[in-house]
Nanobody
Framework: VQLQASGGGSVQAGGSLTLSCAASGGTFRRYRVGWFRQSPGKEREFVAFIERSGNPTNYEASVKGRFTISRDNSKNTVYLQMNSLKPEDTATYYC???????????????????WGKGTQVTVSS
């Protein structure tokens, strides 16, 4: 499966953005999907996860309550709605998918086989 992330941009603190991850070349509903982010000099970190059916979801503690992950399997797309953005959310955001990943590994980037190119999110104070 090929993934394409989009929707990044520059916003002020408190603003919102919605990222999209469009998939092609596979049966998308078979894939579990995660969003990760990476800042310069830092390791790629988990942001959010969504199950094949759309439930359950899972969030990194610092984004819980501000970010919402969802998916539309009819459109082969996963979304990340980001509200109340903070400067510390600034990073390149990546979506990842895997059809074989087990539940205990969904927060770990190394377990995902398919990755999209990142989309940059910049939040200014």
């Amino acid at each position: 499966v090929q993934l394409q992330a989009s929707g990044g941009g520059s916003v002020q603190a408190g603003g919102s953005l919605t990222l999209s991850c469009a998939a092609s070349g596979g049966t998308f509903r078979r894939y579990r999907v995660g969003w990760f982010r990476q800042s310069p000099g830092k390791e790629r970190e988990f942001v959010a996860f969504i199950e094949r059916s759309g439930n359950p979801t899972n969030y990194e503690a610092s984004v819980k309550g501000r970010f919402t992950i969802s998916r539309d399997n009819s459109k082969n797309t996963v979304y990340l709605q980001m509200n109340s953005l903070k400067p510390e959310d600034t990073a390149t955001y990546y979506c990842a998918a895997d059809s074989q990943i087990i539940s205990s590994s969904v927060r770990e980037a190394r377990h995902y086989d398919y990755w999209g190119k990142g989309t940059q999110v910049t939040v200014s104070s």
